[in-house]
């Protein structure tokens, strides 16, 4: 892949390249509108795959937040249209690379010398490349090193990124406005956090320190004298991403290992440690034909406040949902529901939210479940579908949700769909206050 020799840093230069962007997508509109006077049967296919690779070719030379969003779209594979979610995909671990002399320039100003100064190997090709940063592989202590370099310019274009990528967002994807500006701010705040690498290095060594004890986790050691707020060292983990790993159909019993220390790992964090590395899509875990699960990137790491864990947990206890009074209650709790809303309002969102729920909480209401059931995904996805096109929720004049729910949410949708692609059975474990008792029958 052909490396980048400079990136765009002022608002300007960016700026610009989103209204290109936009001006190849007007042209996109014209083609695909002037064929469809010639052929009404056309389908918008070709429409959907010209956009997705004009926007994406853009977002990988800006790299950072814009890139970054991509990639959180990318795993919302109802979100956005396949031609969208197959290209944006590609920022997960495979967005083109930095140049050599900019990697030196980064060293540099960080840590004040080149790398060749300060490992005994490093090599000048990037491993990996994805939005934010990208890993080169080097050698020091007679050890093999993964080097995370980030981007020049991420973090200060993060929040004029992100009001760029807003009407975008509106205009191709059909996005709520509301929804989107109470977001934006709980995903400013993550970004800005992923671009502190002193931050995630203290995070990599706290979680993997607490998760030592979890069967199967693999976690890096972390170096912090090779460590800088732009630059980030730690040992390399061998292993592949999914679908590599996947291409030789491993067997069943890895699947399984492997799948149960994944729950393991999230379970432990979010009910014990009230936070999460919540940004589990796959090119953040290297698996192994051992069944052991590499996990190597911290960065996105979300605090769940306990008032909001204490409410949102409880909906996931079916014993929750057969008191009304109690799920009114959490509805308002989370903003479900909000005191504008007409009892018209209350009704349909309320029942709209439960269906959501027995849905998509079905994994813990049992001991063991299948991710391979691809009747409950379809199920799932069908359901994501009607809710998008709901014109209450679409329109509606207040967002709904507590901003804390995006990366809550975000980190189950990715846990889920890692498990069915790797076509998972895990015990799902969880304490014992979110375990539904078991209904009497009572004989008539």
Not at 120 to 129: I, L, P, Y
Request: hydrophobic share 40%; net charge negative.
């Amino acid at each position: 892949m052909k490396s980048q020799q400079s990136i765009p840093t002022s608002k300007v230069a960016r700026a610009t390249q989103f209204v290109k962007t936009g001006v190849k997508i007007g042209g996109n509109y014209l083609k695909h509108n002037v064929k469809k006077l010639v052929d009404p049967t056309i389908s918008r296919d070709e429409l959907h795959n010209d956009n997705a690779e004009d926007i994406y070719e853009v977002l990988s030379e800006l790299k950072g937040s814009a890139l970054k969003v991509a990639q959180m779209m990318s795993m919302d594979r109802n979100l956005l249209p396949r031609a969208y979610v197959d290209r944006f995909q590609l920022s997960q671990y495979s967005a083109p690379p930095l140049s050599a002399p900019l990697v030196v320039r980064t060293f540099r100003q960080f840590l004040g010398k080149s790398p060749q100064e300060l490992y005994d190997s490093f090599g000048m090709e990037a491993e990996n490349a994805a939005s934010i940063g990208q890993v080169h592989a080097a050698t020091k202590y007679g050890r093999k090193l993964a080097v995370k370099v980030q981007y020049p310019g991420v973090a200060d274009s993060i929040s004029s990124d992100l009001r760029m990528v807003r009407p975008m967002a509106i205009a191709l994807f059909g996005l709520n406005e509301k929804d989107l500006d109470r977001y934006m701010g709980e995903v400013e705040l993550r970004l800005l956090e992923e671009t502190d690498y002193l931050l995630e290095l203290k995070r990599g060594q706290e979680i993997a320190a607490a998760c030592a004890h979890i069967p199967n986790l693999v976690f890096p050691k972390y170096y912090p004298e090779l460590t800088a707020r732009r630059i980030l060292t730690m040992d390399w983990l061998d292993g592949q991403h999914l679908r590599d790993f996947l291409a030789p159909n491993p067997s069943q019993d890895v699947r399984n290992r492997i799948g149960q220390a994944m729950w393991d790992f999230y379970d432990f964090q979010i009910h014990t440690l009230r936070q999460v590395h919540a940004d589990p899509h796959p090119g953040n875990f290297l698996l192994r034909p051992d069944g052991t699960l590499g996990v190597i990137d911290f960065g996105c790491v979300k605090m769940i406040p306990d008032g909001y864990y204490e409410n949102y947990f409880a909906l996931l206890n079916f014993d929750t949902l057969d008191d009304a009074a109690r799920v009114e209650e959490i509805f308002y709790n989370l903003e479900f529901i909000v005191p504008e809303d007409t009892d018209r309002d209350k009704a349909f969102f309320s029942q709209l939210f439960v269906r959501m729920i027995r849905l998509l909480a079905k994994p813990f209401s049992v001991d063991y479940f299948d991710f391979s059931d691809d009747t409950y995904f379809d199920e799932v996805y069908a359901l994501a579908d009607e809710v998008s096109k709901v014109e209450e929720l679409k329109n509606s004049k207040v967002a709904r949700g507590s901003q804390h729910g995006l990366y809550v949410n975000r980190t189950y949708f990715g846990l889920y769909s890692i498990l069915n692609e790797l076509r998972a059975q895990v015990s799902t474990t969880k304490p014992d206050w979110l375990k539904t008792k078991p209904k009497l029958l009572v004989a008539e």
